[in-house]
């Protein structure tokens, strides 16, 4: 099986570090568990923005594109030589992948995507994808991370659609400002309007929110495959979602 897995921004750094190299570790570790399932894995992380204003002690995510371009040529080096670092540990390679939404609508460049991706993987390295932000200004001011790994998972026929958030799931409410918003374990895309849920602000290191995880769900979603929304941080939460337990927020189109 394709397993696409995308990590927010918020998950790879921290309040001490630039990059997150605990949670780096444990994700690593889990992706290894699951290839040696049988499984093929393909990353696609956000965070080198926000890894950029780590680096410069930025609490504001600027709102000037060459500041952003600028900053995530700066975060792009340290963020991939992280995953390099804790996937080398565990006898792994990991691959970086650019690419822009503009790449999609574009037949040889997409077909030349699919091939890179499948080499990448037939070699036994491990894709990371990220936006090629730095010198894409459309990416920074219209493209964002769930849109892009939506696109990737459904060029290469993908099975499973994992979007790592710091969020347990999908809530009826915006957790961050209702205190009885209730998680949402199951939704089918068609009932999403009739549910009403109130799908929140994007935090300050990244630019999406559940709004573009849910445009990510209808381009993606067919009758044969399905996308997890979960707490990033959660112990084993790629092991729990695989084994289907009751993890996160499953979005299906209805049966």
């Given at each position: 099986?394709?397993?696409?897995?995308?990590?927010?921004?918020?998950?790879?750094t921290s309040?001490?570090e630039?990059?997150?190299?605990?949670?780096?570790?444990?994700?690593?570790?889990?992706?290894?568990?699951i290839?040696?399932?049988?499984?093929?894995?393909?990353?696609?992380?956000?965070?080198?923005?926000?890894?950029?204003?780590k680096?410069?002690?930025?609490?504001n995510?600027?709102?000037?594109?060459?500041?952003?371009?600028?900053?995530?040529?700066?975060?792009?080096?340290?963020?991939?030589?992280?995953y390099?670092?804790?996937?080398?540990?565990?006898?792994l390679?990991?691959?970086?992948?650019?690419?822009s939404?503009?790449d999609f609508?574009?037949?040889?460049?997409?077909?030349?995507?699919k091939?890179?991706?499948?080499?990448?993987?037939d070699?036994?390295a491990?894709?990371?994808?990220?936006?090629?932000?730095?010198?894409?200004?459309e990416?920074?001011?219209?493209?964002?991370?769930?849109?892009?790994?939506?696109?990737?998972?459904?060029?290469?026929r993908?099975?499973l659609l994992?979007?790592l958030?710091?969020?347990?799931?999908?809530?009826d409410?915006?957790?961050?400002?209702?205190?009885?918003?209730?998680?949402l374990?199951?939704?089918?895309?068609?009932?999403?309007?009739?549910?009403?849920?109130?799908?929140?602000?994007?935090?300050?290191?990244?630019?999406?929110?559940?709004?573009?995880k849910?445009?990510?769900?209808?381009?993606?979603?067919?009758?044969?495959?399905?996308?997890?929304i979960?707490?990033g941080?959660?112990?084993?939460?790629?092991?729990?979602?695989l084994?289907?337990?009751?993890?996160?927020?499953?979005?299906?189109?209805?049966?």
């Amino acid at each position: 099986m394709k397993i696409v897995i995308k990590i927010g921004s918020s998950l790879v750094t921290s309040e001490a570090e630039i990059v997150d190299k605990e949670f780096l570790k444990k994700i690593s570790v889990q992706v290894d568990k699951i290839r040696n399932l049988g499984h093929e894995v393909v990353l696609v992380s956000s965070g080198a923005i926000a890894c950029g204003m780590k680096a410069w002690k930025l609490t504001n995510r600027p709102e000037d594109v060459e500041k952003l371009q600028a900053l995530s040529a700066v975060g792009q080096i340290g963020l991939i030589n992280a995953y390099q670092d804790e996937f080398k540990s565990l006898g792994l390679f990991a691959a970086q992948v650019l690419l822009s939404h503009e790449d999609f609508k574009d037949t040889i460049r997409s077909k030349n995507i699919k091939e890179s991706i499948k080499n990448i993987l037939d070699l036994g390295a491990i894709p990371i994808v990220n936006e090629n932000d730095s010198v894409s200004t459309e990416e920074i001011e219209f493209g964002d991370n769930d849109q892009l790994s939506g696109n990737v998972a459904k060029l290469i026929r993908s099975e499973l659609l994992i979007i790592l958030t710091d969020q347990a799931g999908v809530y009826d409410k915006d957790p961050t400002s209702n205190e009885e918003a209730e998680l949402l374990t199951k939704i089918n895309l068609s009932d999403k309007d009739s549910l009403e849920i109130e799908l929140g602000d994007s935090g300050k290191y990244g630019r999406g929110g559940m709004k573009t995880k849910f445009l990510a769900a209808e381009n993606f979603l067919e009758k044969n495959n399905k996308i997890y929304i979960a707490n990033g941080r959660a112990d084993n939460i790629l092991m729990d979602i695989l084994l289907e337990k009751e993890v996160g927020t499953l979005i299906k189109l209805a049966e």
